[in-house]
């Protein structure tokens, strides 16, 4: 799975979540929108969501059994969880171990 | 002397009633008196002193309360084991020190064994010294390794001595547990009668209540579910049924709700009680409230930092293989997290089971009574899963009815979420598993299963 096709992945599973909230869900979403932090479109709570998706249907798809959330993640200098962008880097950068 | 005469006495008053209905047939309390002898003469031929260990192991059946109560007027220490457990059997009986063993087979066939076995147990001896009789109880390991915990027989048969009212009384709770023994001492105490079933699909439950008339029915949240799901109410008459008491878990608020709908007539009433302390006596507000009052003779109760405290006359001795659970004082910390309001209490769940997402409380039963009004959501487990970023999150485990995509199911389940749980209690990550997410006893599995001790129910979908 490259890049580009993990940021489709997450813009599938982000507009899923922003269903409810029409205003957000109305912005397109590209590589450099912002998720969490200052301009982010996600609390906490929807983070969480985001990547627990994500993380279980990239296993599925792969046959996979990556973690995306982990202490790992937490304790890199970025966030992964910045953008769209950065957390497809950090989805390919975890698949090559 | 023996310790049952008041009992045997009260069998002999009514020796024509029908104590027990098992594979349809009535069993009458003469039969179950004559069968009381007919074991003692067999205790009696193979020598089978007061003070040994004795496991019994066999369906729930006449016989088999026949050998109960010949071993408690024996002033045996009784350990019942089923076939659930027998995985554990071994274990079991070298925790319990197991003397002597009673199994009987499908055709009800005994077989008596001697083990080689002195009781070491400080407790076990203690209790043997008193010359009462005993009872062990393993618990059932949903929340950990299984504990056994060591009655003193005389303690639990205390409450029983009143007379009440006695109705005839379906049972799928077995002889191992608490519950089991409970509901066993107080029809019997009552001269009542006690119908069991070989299969606990609703199904095969309602057709029993309808063919015998039966008046109450002592179950758990997680069997009334099915109940509701499987519609079974509409094709049996249960219109014999005055009241349907439920424990052992914490139910869903919606299933009461749905359930006092379907059946108006029957009182709906809470029970609690613990394999540690027995069972407290329970009045629930109303047939639509989970609110409830317990206590009772014989019990205290005090609630410390929002958990339930309890203090049991007929309270257990302690575990034969874990520290004792009681204070000083003998007050016992249920793990129950409640909430109050004057006298009568709510039961939230577990303390253990509660999530906690960024540092906000959830218990799992609110969420699984919401999701489980779903569409196509036939069961539905809710757990907590470690997540470094709000420490923990909310995992539901469904059950569907026909087969949905994942993707589709999760967008439906937070759209359905949305106006009914606030957004923390909302699952994070759905599993949509195949396997039933039941115990044997009919109780929410939130552990991963353990094959052996907690297996799927063969035939009860």
Redesign the interface.
């Known amino acids: 799975m490259d890049r580009s096709e993990l940021i489709d992945l997450i813009a599938t599973h982000l507009s899923d979540l922003l269903a409810d909230d029409p205003e957000r869900a109305a912005q397109p979403i590209v590589e450099h929108t912002r998720l969490y932090g200052p301009h982010g479109l996600l609390d906490s709570l929807r983070l969480v969501s985001l990547v627990l998706d994500l993380e279980q249907s990239v296993n599925e798809r792969l046959g996979t059994s990556i973690t995306i959330a982990d202490s790992r993640a937490m304790s890199q200098q970025r966030s992964p969880f910045r953008s769209v962008g950065s957390l497809a880097d950090y989805v390919v950068q975890t698949l090559a171990g | 002397m023996a310790c049952l005469t008041w009992l045997r006495d009260r069998f002999a008053e009514q020796p024509q009633q029908t104590f027990m209905i098992w594979r349809d047939q009535p069993y009458t309390y003469d039969w179950l008196t004559s069968q009381i002898a007919a074991w003692e003469a067999r205790l009696d031929q193979a020598a089978l002193p007061p003070g040994s260990v004795v496991a019994i192991s066999g369906d729930y059946s006449p016989t088999v309360v026949a050998l109960l109560l010949a071993l408690i007027d024996r002033r045996t220490i009784l350990v019942p084991l089923t076939a659930s457990v027998a995985a554990h059997h071994e274990e079991f009986t070298q925790i319990a020190e197991v003397q002597w063993e009673i199994s009987l087979d499908a055709h009800e066939q005994s077989r008596l064994t001697r083990y080689d076995r002195d009781v070491h147990n400080e407790l076990t001896r203690g209790l043997i010294a008193t010359g009462d009789p005993g009872l062990i109880l393993f618990s059932s390991g949903s929340t950990g390794k299984s504990k056994a915990a060591l009655h003193n027989f005389m303690g639990l048969l205390e409450k029983f001595k009143p007379r009440r009212h006695s109705m005839v009384t379906l049972t799928f709770l077995l002889l191992d547990h608490i519950g089991g023994i409970n509901t066993l001492l107080y029809v019997l105490s009552n001269t009542g009668c006690i119908v069991t079933v070989h299969d606990r699909n609703p199904d095969v439950v309602c057709s029993a209540i309808a063919r015998h008339r039966v008046e109450v029915l002592p179950t758990s949240p997680t069997f009334l579910n099915l109940l509701l799901m499987s519609e079974a109410y509409k094709r049996h008459d249960l219109s014999s049924l005055k009241r349907i008491t439920y424990g052992t878990e914490p139910m869903p608020e919606q299933t009461l709700q749905r359930l006092h709908a379907i059946l108006p007539n029957v009182e709906l009433l809470q029970t609690y009680g613990l394999s540690e302390l027995g069972i407290l006596r329970s009045k629930s507000r109303s047939s639509d409230s989970l609110w409830v009052k317990v206590g009772g003779e014989g019990f205290e109760t005090r609630i410390q930092d929002g958990t339930l405290w309890l203090r049991a006359r007929s309270a257990m001795l302690g575990y034969l293989n874990a520290p004792s659970p009681f204070d000083t004082e003998g007050w016992f910390n249920t793990g129950d997290a409640v909430e109050v309001d004057g006298e009568y209490i709510k039961i939230l769940g577990r303390r253990s089971e509660l999530i906690n ?2 540092g906000t409380k959830v218990y799992p039963a609110e969420v699984e009574g919401v999701l489980l009004q779903m569409p196509n959501v036939r069961d539905v487990t809710v757990v907590g899963e470690a ?4 420490g923990q ?1 909310v995992v539901a485990r469904v059950n569907l009815h026909e087969p949905e995509d ?2 589709l199911f ?2 439906r389940m ?2 359905f979420c ?1 106006d009914r749980l606030a ?2 209690k ?1 699952p ?2 759905v599993e949509l598993v195949e396997t039933a997410q039941y115990s044997e006893r009919f109780k929410k599995m939130r552990r991963r299963q353990d094959p052996a001790l907690e297996g799927d129910l063969d035939g009860s979908q």
């Open positions: 997402v960024g997540n470094p970023i709000t999150v994942l993707g999760r967008r937070r759209a949305r957004s923390y909302i994070a990550r």
